[in-house]
C-alpha cells in the first residue's frame, strides 16, 4: 500500500457519509465493483495513476466508465478524489473502505486453498467449523493451487493453517536435511 493512513481516512469518511444516508450496502457493492474492474482491467489503474492525463480527462473517462454502474454517491466521492488529486489512491480505499464494512458489519474474510475444487457441502462445513471458532459472519474465498497436491490452506483472522501435502513434504526434505539421527563427526 501506498499511504495506508490516507486509505484508512478516507474509506473511513465515506463510511461514516453513507451510514448517515443510509447507503452502505449500495457503496459496499460500488466498491467492490471497483475492486473487480481495477484487478480485472490495469489499464483503469494507470489511468488513475497517470500524472500526464489532466483530471478533467479522467473525471470524464471514469464517469464514461462507471455511469450507470455504481450510485451517485460513489461518483460523486470519486470526482472528489479527482479533484483534490489523491485518484491515485483508489485501489486502496476501495480496499480498505472493504475492510472496515467488514469489521463494521463483524465478517470475517476467510480463504480457503485447495488441490482440487471443494464441493458446496464441504464447503459448507468449513464455514460452519470456523464460524463457531471465531463467533463471527464468515466470507469465504476460495483458490485452487495444484502445486499443494493435497490438504488445504485455511487464513483466517490473520492466522494460517496449513495441511497441505507440500507443506508435510518440504518439512520431511528439511528433516532429511538436518537428520538428528546422524551424528557429527569432526
Avoid at 474474510?109 to 470456523?130: N, S
Avoid at 493435497?150 to 508435510?168: H, K, P
Wanted: no cysteine; net charge positive.
Amino acid at each position: 500500500m501506498q499511504n495506508p493512513r490516507l486509505a484508512s481516512r478516507y474509506a473511513k469518511s465515506l463510511i461514516d457519509l453513507v451510514q448517515e444516508l443510509n447507503q452502505l450496502e449500495v457503496v459496499h457493492t460500488d466498491m467492490l465493483f471497483l475492486q473487480q474492474v481495477m484487478k480485472s482491467n490495469p489499464d483503469v489503474v494507470s489511468l488513475l495513476k497517470s500524472p500526464i492525463i489532466k483530471a478533467d480527462k479522467k473525471q470524464k473517462i471514469l464517469a464514461a466508465v462507471l455511469d450507470g454502474r455504481v450510485s451517485a454517491t460513489t461518483l460523486t466521492f470519486i470526482n472528489l478524489l479527482v479533484n483534490k488529486a489523491r485518484e491515485s489512491n483508489l485501489p486502496e480505499m476501495a480496499i480498505e473502505f472493504t475492510r472496515q464494512y467488514n469489521v463494521l458489519k463483524n465478517i470475517s474474510p476467510v480463504k480457503i486453498t485447495t488441490a482440487t475444487p471443494l464441493d458446496a457441502a464441504t464447503l459448507d462445513v468449513i464455514k460452519q467449523k470456523v464460524a463457531a471458532e471465531s463467533n463471527q459472519q464468515i466470507q469465504l474465498e476460495t483458490a485452487v493451487n495444484p502445486a499443494l497436491i493435497g490438504g488445504f490452506v485455511l487464513e483466517a483472522n490473520d492466522r494460517l493453517f496449513d495441511a497441505s501435502i507440500l507443506r508435510d513434504l518440504k518439512d520431511i526434505k528439511q528433516q532429511f536435511n538436518k537428520n538428528i539421527y546422524v551424528s557429527d563427526i569432526r
